[in-house]
């Protein structure tokens, strides 16, 4: 038999050519599609009597008509029938807006049912649909689907299409979910849910219907993650790095510094998964600042010294350079070879970092993330180290496993991921979490002061400069144009060079080469530089820990999360650091988030407020693709269903029969779909 996923919507009945074209549009091909597409309301054509509705709402209710009609008209189009009837033993007026063709049913004696508008003062409805029980009434008393539609699909098309689908193929519409699962959230079959959120009985039976497909699709998510968790801890095919201790101890010594708690915590994590052979999949969280880079270098490290190399991916060419740098002053007594690989170097550098590469020569290599894609081979890559911007996916693992790698992948956010979210969007990762910031660092001061306080922003500069300090003052992003940014940058930097004849200014922004980039950077970073002012190029991981004030000037034009990545440039070292945010915003939630900021400097706590003002839907913004659009179900609303279906695909799947039982095919049917284990389990 045919599978629904595998027929054409031309197999409806009524679903021509060219609306078959127009389903298209909206994603819809097949038979499945469609009854997949599910209703975003339901109108209430539900009678209720009059003394239940208020002046103004929207109503259905049935009566007798009392009297002859009256027709009124306004031109060729226009006009306007009036008529009295009986509702509840109150007379009504029924007025409908052009609609004269309905004149010769409205006869007195006959019962009507009137959906429309109640005004209460005037005892008037106006209607907007009406039908005659003695015609069959079909809509009346029901709960009626509402769709997205648009062009020729109108809303009575496709619900009469859909009621048609449901009807030639309803009955082959298979069950996914098994029946554990089912009993054990009682939920109904799936062949019912999908026919009664399409045409629901009463809202309960609606709200049953879509709790059962809520929690499949919820299941059907976090199985996909479980299933590629499990299936990378199952697998004994990754690179065991088993680094001697002593190394690693020895490595340490050499740090400028001591590791806080923190950090010694999640470096034995991390040493501990990648010791095994199956893969590591790890998100590594941490507040800005709280020292992830060190972590990521003693893991590169433990790879190397193993006798592998490590791959650190980062999102900027300046980042790159950065890393670099300080990963070959830390591995300079260890005698680890540190390459880089970006866009803009020639290609004869990048030909010889190429061959070290593949000879072994070169044991770690920092860049964008063309490092692995782009014709890049390794003689044995142990570890790849990536930001959540570049996270590795299904995908990106497959690419590698092509090539014959299968590295660990350790996987750094400084966005502290409220909970919620963390176990959507990662639960395929482990996750260790970096909740202390190092020993002596202040909390960041945040003020927010209102544009005409410049000159008060002047000062301050002026004041942090003597004190031997750095500062940034960070331009808004206009979305809309680049010029315009790298245009206010350059204003704002010829207006703090005349007020500040006497100090060096640099400038950076995104229409500098990359060289011009690394200058002023290295500039600023060796203290030759008393402030950069910049665009957000310097949003992430910039690390000069001598600067110690922020200025953001529009700083209601960023989000908060950005705000605080912005402000977790300073405040690196044991300076008491300061951000001033010039912000006059005009909304509301504009000027919460100011708030928030001058309330917390902790990123957790901005994340978890950053939620709440925004909801997750839109949280991730569109950055992190990791956080998937669900149909029905609603991140916030659904959360505790998203648990429960976390656990269960949990459960699942760590069960040796998952991966064997007849029960379970077309679960297994579905990872397949995704590619998820094509050549893994299944061969
Ligand atoms: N245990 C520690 N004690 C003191 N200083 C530390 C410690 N660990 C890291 N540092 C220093 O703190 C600064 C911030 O560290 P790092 O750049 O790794 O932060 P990060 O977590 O990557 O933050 P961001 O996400 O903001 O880039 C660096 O200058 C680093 O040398």
């Given amino acids: 038999m045919m599978k629904l996923e595998e027929l054409s919507v ?3 009945k009524g679903v021509s050519a060219q609306k078959e074209g127009e389903l298209h549009a909206f994603g819809v091909h097949t038979v499945a599609d469609l009854l997949g597409y599910f209703p975003f309301r339901y109108e209430d054509y539900r009678i209720r009597g009059l003394t239940e509705v208020k002046d103004g ?5 049935q009566g007798k008509i009392m009297g002859d009609p009256l027709l009124q008209r306004y031109g060729k189009a226009k006009s306007r029938l009036t008529c009295k009837v009986v509702v509840d033993g109150v007379l009504v007026t029924a007025v409908w807006f052009n609609r004269h063709f309905l004149q010769e049913q409205i006869v007195p004696g006959r019962d009507i049912i009137l959906t429309g ?3 209460q003062r005037r005892l008037q409805l106006t209607v907007s649909e009406s039908e005659f029980p003695d015609r069959g009434a079909a809509r009346s008393g029901t709960l009626q689907p509402v769709y997205s539609v648009g062009g020729s699909l109108t809303q009575p098309w496709m619900r009469k299409t859909i009621k048609q689908a449901l009807l030639q193929f309803g009955p082959m519409v298979e069950e996914l979910l098994p029946t554990e699962l089912m009993d054990k959230h009682r939920l109904m079959p799936r062949a019912e849910a999908i026919a009664r959120i399409h045409a629901p009985d009463d809202s309960t039976e609606g709200q049953a219907a879509r709790r059962r497909l809520v929690y499949e699709e919820l299941f059907l998510f976090q199985l996909k993650l479980q299933a590629y968790r499990s299936l990378n801890r199952s697998r004994k095919d990754g690179v065991a790095i088993a680094v001697d201790p002593e190394i690693i101890r020895q490595f340490v010594r050499t740090l400028p510094f001591e590791l806080t708690d923190s950090q010694k915590k999640v470096i034995n994590e991390i040493l501990a998964d990648m010791r095994k052979p199956s893969c590591m999949n790890r998100l590594l969280q941490g507040d800005v600042g709280s020292g992830k880079t060190v972590v990521a270098a003693v893991a590169l490290l433990a790879a190397v010294k193993s006798g592998h190399q490590g791959a650190l991916m980062v999102p900027t060419e300046i980042l790159a350079d950065q890393h670099m740098r300080s990963l070959q002053r830390l591995f300079e007594p260890a005698g680890v070879q540190v390459g880089l690989l970006t866009g803009s170097m020639t290609e004869r550098r990048r030909r010889d970092v190429l061959a070290g590469l593949l000879m072994g020569l070169t044991d770690i290599v920092v860049g964008t993330h063309a490092i692995i894609q782009e014709g890049v081979n390794f003689r044995s890559l142990g570890l790849v180290v990536t930001d959540e911007q570049h996270r590795f996916g299904v995908n ?7 090539k014959g790698m299968n590295p660990d992948v350790l996987t750094m956010t400084a966005t502290p991921i409220p909970r919620t979210l963390a176990i959507t969007a990662f639960g395929d990762m482990d996750v260790s979490t970096l909740r202390e910031r190092p020993q002596g660092r202040k909390p960041i001061k945040t003020y927010w002061v209102k544009h005409g306080m410049l000159e008060r922003v002047l000062g301050f500069i002026r004041r942090e400069v003597d004190a031997g300090r750095q500062a940034y003052f960070i331009c808004p992003l206009i979305e809309e144009s680049d010029k315009l940014d790298v245009q206010n940058a350059i204003d704002l930097h010829i207006q703090m060079q005349q007020a ?3 100090l060096a200014i640099g ?5 500098l080469s990359a060289g011009e980039k690394d200058e002023v950077m290295r500039a600023f970073s060796d203290n030759e530089v008393h402030m950069i002012v910049a665009t957000t190029v310097v949003e992430v991981g910039v690390d000069v820990p001598n600067a110690t004030l922020m200025i953001i000037m529009d700083a209601e034009r960023f989000g908060l999360s950005q705000l605080h990545q912005l402000r977790g440039r300073v405040g690196r070292a044991e300076h008491q650091s300061f951000c001033v945010l010039i912000a006059d915003p005009k909304s509301e939630i504009g000027r919460e988030r100011m708030k928030v900021m001058t309330e917390t400097d902790d990123g957790f706590e901005v994340s978890r407020r950053d939620l709440e003002l925004r909801g997750p839907g839109d949280f991730f913004g569109t950055k992190q693709s ?3 659009e669900f149909k029905l179900a609603d991140m916030a609303a659904d959360f505790a269903v998203l648990e429960e279906a976390r656990d269960d695909a949990a459960d699942l799947t760590s069960r040796e029969t998952f991966w064997t039982d007849a029960i379970y ?13 094509q050549g893994d389990l299944l061969d």
Avoid: M, N, Y
């Avoid at 709402?57 to 209710?61: A, D, I, P, Q």
């Avoid at 990106?396 to 092509?402: A, D, H, P, T």
């Fill in 500 to 502: 500040f004849p006497d």
């Fill in 665 to 677: 095919t077309r679960l297994r049917e579905v990872l397949q779909k995704e590619q998820l284990f």
């Fill in 507 to 511: 400038l950076l922004h995104g229409r």
């Fill in 57 to 61: 709402e929207k109503v259905t209710v």
């Fill in 396 to 402: 990106q693992r497959s690419i590698l496993r092509r």
């Fill in 117 to 119: 508008k109640w005004e």
């Fill in 10 to 12: 031309r197999q409806i």
């Fill in 626 to 628: 990791g956080v998937p």
